[in-house]
T-cell receptor, first 115, second 114 residues
Framework: AQSVAQPEDQVNVAEGNPLTVKCTYSVSGNPYLFWYVQYPNRGLQFLLKYITGDNLVKGSYGFEAEFNKSQTSFHLKKPSALVSDSALYFCAVREASGNTGKLIFGQGTTLQVKP | DGGITQSPKYLFRKEGQNVTLSCEQNLNHDAMYWYRQDPGQGLRLIYYSQIVNDFQKGDIAEGYSVSREKKESFPLTVTSAQKNPTAFYLC?????????????FGPGTRLTVL
Protein backbone atom coordinates (compact mmCIF):
# COMPACT_ATOMS: atom_id res chain seq x y z
CA ALA A 1 0.00 0.00 0.00
CA GLN A 2 1.12 3.53 -0.72
CA SER A 3 1.93 5.81 2.20
CA VAL A 4 3.61 9.07 3.04
CA ALA A 5 5.15 10.12 6.33
CA GLN A 6 6.04 13.58 7.47
CA PRO A 7 7.83 12.88 10.75
CA GLU A 8 7.70 16.41 12.14
CA ASP A 9 4.44 18.10 13.10
CA GLN A 10 6.22 21.45 13.28
CA VAL A 11 9.51 22.91 12.12
CA ASN A 12 10.84 26.16 13.55
CA VAL A 13 13.56 28.19 11.84
CA ALA A 14 14.87 31.73 12.02
CA GLU A 15 14.45 34.02 9.07
CA GLY A 16 17.45 33.82 6.76
CA ASN A 17 18.41 30.31 7.86
CA PRO A 18 18.03 27.27 5.62
CA LEU A 19 14.96 25.12 6.12
CA THR A 20 14.17 21.46 5.58
CA VAL A 21 10.78 19.78 5.79
CA LYS A 22 11.07 16.01 5.73
CA CYS A 23 9.04 13.47 3.78
CA THR A 24 9.42 9.72 3.31
CA TYR A 25 7.24 7.56 1.13
CA SER A 26 6.34 3.96 0.36
CA VAL A 27 5.08 2.72 -3.01
CA SER A 28 5.45 -0.60 -4.75
CA GLY A 29 6.71 0.90 -8.02
CA ASN A 30 8.23 4.17 -9.15
CA PRO A 31 6.79 7.23 -7.44
CA TYR A 32 5.50 10.58 -8.56
CA LEU A 33 6.11 12.96 -5.65
CA PHE A 34 4.58 16.35 -4.94
CA TRP A 35 4.86 19.18 -2.43
CA TYR A 36 1.99 21.56 -1.67
CA VAL A 37 1.67 24.54 0.67
CA GLN A 38 -1.47 25.69 2.47
CA TYR A 39 -2.03 29.06 4.07
CA PRO A 40 -4.75 29.37 6.76
CA ASN A 41 -8.28 28.75 5.50
CA ARG A 42 -7.08 28.42 1.91
CA GLY A 43 -6.73 25.66 -0.62
CA LEU A 44 -3.45 23.92 -1.39
CA GLN A 45 -0.94 25.50 -3.76
CA PHE A 46 1.37 23.32 -5.84
CA LEU A 47 5.09 23.90 -5.18
CA LEU A 48 6.98 21.25 -7.14
CA LYS A 49 7.00 17.64 -8.29
CA TYR A 50 9.38 14.81 -9.08
CA ILE A 51 8.58 12.60 -12.04
CA THR A 52 11.89 11.23 -13.27
CA GLY A 53 15.39 12.40 -14.07
CA ASP A 54 17.40 14.87 -12.00
CA ASN A 55 17.04 14.14 -8.30
CA LEU A 56 17.05 17.84 -7.40
CA VAL A 57 13.80 19.51 -8.35
CA LYS A 58 13.32 23.27 -8.28
CA GLY A 59 9.91 24.81 -7.70
CA SER A 60 8.02 27.95 -6.83
CA TYR A 61 9.10 30.66 -4.34
CA GLY A 62 12.71 29.42 -4.18
CA PHE A 63 11.83 25.96 -2.86
CA GLU A 64 13.54 22.81 -4.02
CA ALA A 65 13.35 19.14 -3.10
CA GLU A 66 15.75 16.25 -3.33
CA PHE A 67 14.60 12.80 -4.37
CA ASN A 68 16.55 9.99 -2.72
CA LYS A 69 15.47 6.59 -3.98
CA SER A 70 17.60 4.54 -1.59
CA GLN A 71 16.21 6.39 1.43
CA THR A 72 12.72 6.73 -0.10
CA SER A 73 12.74 10.40 0.82
CA PHE A 74 11.72 13.65 -0.82
CA HIS A 75 12.69 16.43 1.56
CA LEU A 76 11.68 20.03 0.85
CA LYS A 77 14.39 22.66 1.22
CA LYS A 78 15.00 26.36 0.90
CA PRO A 79 18.38 28.06 1.35
CA SER A 80 17.06 31.14 3.15
CA ALA A 81 13.70 31.14 4.92
CA LEU A 82 11.27 34.06 4.91
CA VAL A 83 8.65 34.88 7.52
CA SER A 84 6.10 34.65 4.71
CA ASP A 85 7.04 30.97 4.21
CA SER A 86 5.22 30.18 7.46
CA ALA A 87 2.43 27.80 6.46
CA LEU A 88 1.35 24.15 6.42
CA TYR A 89 3.26 21.93 3.99
CA PHE A 90 2.05 18.64 2.54
CA CYS A 91 4.00 15.94 0.78
CA ALA A 92 2.05 13.60 -1.53
CA VAL A 93 2.81 10.49 -3.59
CA ARG A 94 1.21 8.69 -6.50
CA GLU A 95 2.39 5.39 -7.89
CA ALA A 96 3.59 5.95 -11.43
CA SER A 97 2.06 2.73 -12.74
CA GLY A 98 -1.22 3.16 -10.93
CA ASN A 99 -4.49 3.32 -12.84
CA THR A 100 -6.06 6.15 -10.89
CA GLY A 101 -5.12 9.69 -10.07
CA LYS A 102 -5.19 9.05 -6.36
CA LEU A 103 -2.71 11.08 -4.37
CA ILE A 104 -1.74 9.95 -0.90
CA PHE A 105 -0.98 12.88 1.38
CA GLY A 106 1.15 13.09 4.48
CA GLN A 107 -0.39 14.58 7.60
CA GLY A 108 1.33 17.91 7.05
CA THR A 109 4.14 19.87 8.68
CA THR A 110 3.66 23.36 10.05
CA LEU A 111 6.60 25.60 9.22
CA GLN A 112 7.13 28.55 11.55
CA VAL A 113 9.72 31.12 10.47
CA LYS A 114 10.56 33.66 13.15
CA PRO A 115 12.02 37.11 12.46
CA ASP B 1 -6.52 29.17 -6.54
CA GLY B 2 -6.13 28.33 -10.20
CA GLY B 3 -9.51 28.49 -11.87
CA ILE B 4 -11.40 26.36 -9.37
CA THR B 5 -14.23 27.89 -7.39
CA GLN B 6 -15.99 26.43 -4.39
CA SER B 7 -19.12 27.74 -2.75
CA PRO B 8 -20.13 28.56 -0.18
CA LYS B 9 -16.98 29.44 1.78
CA TYR B 10 -18.73 28.68 5.07
CA LEU B 11 -21.71 26.37 5.54
CA PHE B 12 -23.69 25.52 8.62
CA ARG B 13 -25.86 22.43 8.76
CA LYS B 14 -28.36 21.20 11.26
CA GLU B 15 -28.31 17.56 12.25
CA GLY B 16 -30.32 15.42 9.82
CA GLN B 17 -29.97 17.80 6.86
CA ASN B 18 -28.34 17.08 3.54
CA VAL B 19 -26.16 19.85 2.13
CA THR B 20 -24.49 20.26 -1.25
CA LEU B 21 -21.08 21.82 -1.79
CA SER B 22 -20.38 23.33 -5.17
CA CYS B 23 -17.17 22.90 -7.18
CA GLU B 24 -16.63 24.43 -10.62
CA GLN B 25 -13.47 24.54 -12.75
CA ASN B 26 -12.69 26.43 -15.94
CA LEU B 27 -9.38 24.68 -16.61
CA ASN B 28 -10.85 22.11 -19.02
CA HIS B 29 -9.57 19.35 -16.75
CA ASP B 30 -10.92 15.84 -17.14
CA ALA B 31 -10.34 14.67 -13.56
CA MET B 32 -11.88 16.10 -10.41
CA TYR B 33 -11.54 15.15 -6.75
CA TRP B 34 -13.09 15.82 -3.36
CA TYR B 35 -11.01 15.73 -0.19
CA ARG B 36 -11.82 16.16 3.45
CA GLN B 37 -9.28 17.86 5.73
CA ASP B 38 -9.29 17.42 9.50
CA PRO B 39 -6.64 18.86 11.84
CA GLY B 40 -3.57 16.63 12.05
CA GLN B 41 -4.88 14.10 9.51
CA GLY B 42 -3.85 15.53 6.19
CA LEU B 43 -6.24 15.16 3.27
CA ARG B 44 -8.44 12.14 2.74
CA LEU B 45 -10.05 11.33 -0.60
CA ILE B 46 -13.85 11.15 -0.62
CA TYR B 47 -14.70 10.69 -4.31
CA TYR B 48 -13.01 11.23 -7.64
CA SER B 49 -14.10 11.42 -11.25
CA GLN B 50 -11.88 10.71 -14.23
CA ILE B 51 -14.41 11.66 -16.90
CA VAL B 52 -17.93 13.02 -17.21
CA ASN B 53 -20.70 10.69 -16.02
CA ASP B 54 -18.24 8.50 -14.17
CA PHE B 55 -16.95 8.62 -10.59
CA GLN B 56 -15.38 6.30 -8.03
CA LYS B 57 -15.37 6.08 -4.26
CA GLY B 58 -12.29 7.22 -2.44
CA ASP B 59 -11.15 6.17 1.00
CA ILE B 60 -13.97 7.73 3.03
CA ALA B 61 -17.04 7.81 0.76
CA GLU B 62 -19.63 6.69 3.33
CA GLY B 63 -22.22 9.39 3.95
CA TYR B 64 -21.31 11.35 0.80
CA SER B 65 -22.57 11.40 -2.78
CA VAL B 66 -21.44 13.10 -5.98
CA SER B 67 -22.46 13.65 -9.57
CA ARG B 68 -20.50 14.55 -12.71
CA GLU B 69 -23.01 15.61 -15.34
CA LYS B 70 -20.77 18.32 -16.78
CA LYS B 71 -17.02 18.42 -17.26
CA GLU B 72 -16.65 21.64 -15.29
CA SER B 73 -18.82 20.73 -12.29
CA PHE B 74 -18.45 18.13 -9.52
CA PRO B 75 -20.86 18.83 -6.62
CA LEU B 76 -20.57 16.97 -3.34
CA THR B 77 -23.60 16.18 -1.16
CA VAL B 78 -23.01 15.54 2.52
CA THR B 79 -25.91 13.40 3.66
CA SER B 80 -27.39 12.88 7.10
CA ALA B 81 -25.69 9.48 7.10
CA GLN B 82 -22.31 11.16 7.54
CA LYS B 83 -21.82 10.96 11.29
CA ASN B 84 -19.11 13.57 11.73
CA PRO B 85 -19.32 16.01 8.81
CA THR B 86 -17.69 19.04 10.44
CA ALA B 87 -14.51 19.57 8.41
CA PHE B 88 -12.81 21.60 5.70
CA TYR B 89 -13.70 20.29 2.23
CA LEU B 90 -11.38 20.77 -0.73
CA CYS B 91 -12.13 20.22 -4.39
CA UNK B 92 -9.33 19.65 -6.89
CA UNK B 93 -8.88 18.97 -10.58
CA UNK B 94 -6.14 17.73 -12.88
CA UNK B 95 -5.66 17.51 -16.62
CA UNK B 96 -6.05 13.75 -16.50
CA UNK B 97 -5.68 11.19 -13.80
CA UNK B 98 -3.47 8.58 -15.48
CA UNK B 99 -0.43 10.80 -15.41
CA UNK B 100 1.99 12.85 -13.39
CA UNK B 101 -0.08 16.02 -13.68
CA UNK B 102 -0.42 17.94 -10.46
CA UNK B 103 -3.80 18.67 -8.96
CA UNK B 104 -5.10 22.22 -8.64
CA PHE B 105 -7.15 23.02 -5.56
CA GLY B 106 -10.07 25.29 -4.87
CA PRO B 107 -10.24 27.60 -1.83
CA GLY B 108 -12.31 25.17 0.23
CA THR B 109 -15.64 25.08 2.07
CA ARG B 110 -15.74 24.90 5.85
CA LEU B 111 -18.78 22.89 6.97
CA THR B 112 -19.97 23.08 10.56
CA VAL B 113 -22.76 20.98 12.01
CA LEU B 114 -24.78 22.82 14.62
Amino acid sequence: AQSVAQPEDQVNVAEGNPLTVKCTYSVSGNPYLFWYVQYPNRGLQFLLKYITGDNLVKGSYGFEAEFNKSQTSFHLKKPSALVSDSALYFCAVREASGNTGKLIFGQGTTLQVKP
Amino acid sequence: DGGITQSPKYLFRKEGQNVTLSCEQNLNHDAMYWYRQDPGQGLRLIYYSQIVNDFQKGDIAEGYSVSREKKESFPLTVTSAQKNPTAFYLCASSRESFSYNEQFFGPGTRLTVL
